[in-house]
């Protein structure tokens, strides 16, 4: 599957927000008196081509504003979301520290739709950025607007007939050296990422799991997920399993998608290279 070993210019990890939240929502069975703040991950990747986004953050205006955050944040399980400083927005403010203007993107991969993941997509709109997204998750988050919304999902960030979805199924690749890899379960139509990113530690790159598993223990330990969408808690493993085969047969890292601690490390870590 990989192929492109110098495609992949320069891979920048962002933290776009947190979340406090019980950490039953990452690992299925825990306490839920015991909470995390987790970041909210996004990617900007150079490759050959140009630059690719894979997620986007929150929709600030569902956070700020009292009766949208009402709607959509304040009665969702205890979870908090939490912004950084920024003059703009998250995700723009980001793109502008990078020296890059939205409509610059090669590409967009959004993982998921949920409202931490999703919410940066209206700023797309006005651009013919291809923005790729599992058949799965698209189909979901355009069903039963009472479901998605009581699963996370906030419809006003994503259904917008602006926007330009390029929908795959299955494992795609969506731009050089870059691979969408199918992980459903968190819910219906979740995608993790594939990188193909050499480093000196003898790594080829790096697999980004995003919420497919959210902490290292996760891996680790091979430890459901504790939010999933019409499967058992169990079946999300073999999606773990599905990434930890893939980061043996292609020597890559595993990156968890929300761990408190790895995140930022890695993030740490790759900004030395860049």
Known sequence: MVGHSSAVKQVIMLTLGWEELPKAWSVH??????????????????????????DTGFNKALIQDSALYDRFHSEFYEIKPILPAYELDPLLDALERHGLEIDRLLAVGVSHLHNDHSGGLRHLGRSKTPIYIQSKELEFGLGDITKAQNHGLARVDYDDPRLNYSVISGDVEIAPGIHAISTPGHTPGHQSFMVDYPQSNGSKGFIFAFDAGDLVENFELELAIGGFIDVDAGETIDQIRKLKSLAVKNNMTIVPGHDPDIWPTTQEGLSRIC
């Open 29 to 54: 069975g825990c306490d839920p008196k015991e909470r995390l703040i987790e970041p909210v991950p996004a990617l900007l990747i150079e490759t050959i081509d140009g630059w690719v986004l894979l």
